[in-house]
């Protein structure tokens, strides 16, 4: 049971709603944060992009694919004294909602914020599964032996005794509210600063929202499809942000897209379909045409494209969950290192026993793959799954950010 507190008229003199985000604000990003409903609803609304701040050489070095949305209260801070000074500075009608992902490593950014007399609250949504969420004795071995083996002082402090101090101890208030989408969530962010007065919402993923939005039933296309849901792994911008380079000067991405095709085209025989690219929303494939050789790739419809599909082709994506949610059988797969780190495996891995699966590599093209097996669906591990990390069992069907409006204004 998660435990929800409930103070009534606490939020009730919130005027004003500030995002802290290391994220680009396009067009989607503006849908999927609820900023128009923010503002239906009567709230003044800014999107505080600090990414400059923090990821300094991304921001300038790496072009985005995509547009800014023409939305007025964007501030993008490109100085810490001056956002430190504005987060000091904010009043008590105000509530930030923390977009980064609370880390220590931003701790001074949440201390200067706990010392203004504004609310914060924090989302623990669209989380992974890893190794730590596979409960048999051959994953808790794993573990163990992990952990006996390959000792790491430094991630020792970060990942295990960090997280479980106190945020006090830093100068850090408790967040007042956290979002949660599934039961899995908290568990996901230890690290979280959470008080026994922080107000739990049952809510569910951001792709929830998409899913209620579709029909349920699909039409049956002229040609069954195979969706590949698209990671734009050898171009993310967060490989530069969060690593240090880019992916594009590490791997080979010849040898990546080929085994991709190869992968691909044995599909295609398989199961007599055509493959279809649910392209990534941060790509851009006009810049690099040749990448599926010649195969329709489909930007902005993936859940579309998994609604109407035969099957689902995974490497390691949140959007595997539109797949769960229209219980469409997934294949999982993986290359192997040095073409991809091996810290993908283990996502891939536990996302694919969740499902009742097993994830494959594609190092090769005699794929040892039981084809008629991979479109069985376990009824079960998807419900578990679903209820895990989509959607926390007692939270409406209502958009995320409507769930989040109520708590405020106390409505059911």
């Known amino acids: 049971m998660i435990p929800q507190n409930r103070h009534k008229d606490k939020y009730k003199h919130i005027k004003k709603i500030i995002y802290l985000a290391i994220q680009h604000l396009d067009s989607r990003n503006f849908e999927r944060f609820g900023i128009k409903l923010f503002q239906e609803s009567g709230f003044a609304v800014e999107y505080w992009d600090v990414t400059p701040v923090i990821y300094a050489d991304a921001?300038?070095?790496?072009?985005?694919?995509?547009?800014?949305?023409?939305?007025?209260?964007?501030?993008?801070?490109?100085?810490?004294?001056k956002l430190y000074k504005q987060l000091a500075d904010l009043r008590s009608d105000t509530l930030v909602i923390d977009l980064m992902s609370f880390n220590h490593k931003f701790k001074a950014f949440y201390k200067v914020l706990s010392r203004s007399k504004a609310n914060y609250a924090l989302i623990a949504a669209n989380t992974y599964p890893d190794i730590n969420d596979i409960n048999t004795p051959a994953a808790n071995a794993s573990r163990r032996l992990k952990k006996l083996f390959t000792p790491n002082l430094p991630g020792l402090w970060r990942d295990s005794i960090l997280p479980k101090l106190p945020a006090t101890l830093f100068g850090i208030r408790p967040a007042s509210l956290v979002m949660i989408g599934g039961e899995r969530a908290l568990?996901?962010?230890?690290?979280?600063?959470?008080?026994?007065?922080?107000?739990?919402?049952?809510?569910?993923?951001?792709?929830?929202?998409?899913?209620?939005?579709?029909?349920?039933?699909?039409?049956?296309?002229?040609?069954?499809?195979?969706?590949?849901?698209?990671?734009?792994?050898?171009?993310q911008r967060e490989w530069q942000m969060y690593f240090g380079f880019r992916a594009e000067d590490k791997m080979d991405i010849k040898r990546y897209y080929e085994l991709l095709n190869n992968f691909f085209a044995q599909v295609e025989k398989e199961y007599k379909v055509e493959v279809v690219i649910a392209a990534h929303p941060r790509s851009d494939y006009k810049i690099r045409p040749d990448c599926f050789m010649g195969r329709k790739c489909v930007k902005g419809?993936?859940?579309?494209?998994?609604?109407?599909?035969?099957?689902?082709?995974?490497?390691?994506?949140?959007?595997?969950?539109y797949a769960n949610l229209f219980n469409k059988p997934i294949i999982f797969f993986n290359q192997p290192?040095?073409?991809?780190?091996?810290?993908?495996?283990?996502?891939?891995?536990?996302?694919?026993?969740?499902?009742?699966?097993k994830m494959h590599y594609i190092d090769n093209g005699a794929y040892s793959i039981d084809w008629?097996?991979?479109?069985?669906?376990?009824?079960?591990?998807?419900?578990?799954?679903?209820?895990?990390?989509?959607?926390?069992?007692?939270?409406?069907?209502?958009?995320?950010?409507?769930?989040?409006?109520?708590?405020?204004r106390r409505e059911q």
Not at 302 to 320: F, H, N, W
Not at 337 to 357: D, N, R
Request: no cysteine; aromatic share 14%; glycine share 4%.
């Open 301 to 321: 419809e993936t859940i579309k494209l998994v609604r109407e599909s035969k099957v689902v082709l995974s490497q390691d994506s949140l959007s595997v969950g």
């Open 59 to 81: 921001f300038y070095n790496y072009a985005l694919p995509t547009k800014s949305v023409n939305f007025e209260g964007i501030r993008t801070f490109r100085e810490a004294g």
């Open 337 to 357: 290192t040095p073409i991809l780190p091996e810290v993908f495996a283990s996502v891939i891995s536990a996302t694919a026993q969740l499902h009742g699966k």
């Open 187 to 235: 568990k996901k962010y230890p690290h979280y600063p959470i008080g026994r007065n922080t107000e739990v919402i049952l809510a569910h993923s951001f792709d929830y929202d998409l899913y209620l939005k579709e029909p349920k039933q699909a039409p049956v296309p002229a040609r069954p499809s195979a969706v590949y849901l698209d990671s734009y792994f050898p171009f």
């Open 372 to 408: 008629q097996t991979e479109l069985e669906v376990s009824r079960g591990h998807y419900e578990n799954y679903r209820r895990l990390f989509l959607k926390t069992p007692g939270s409406p069907d209502i958009p995320f950010w409507q769930i989040f409006i109520n708590a405020l």
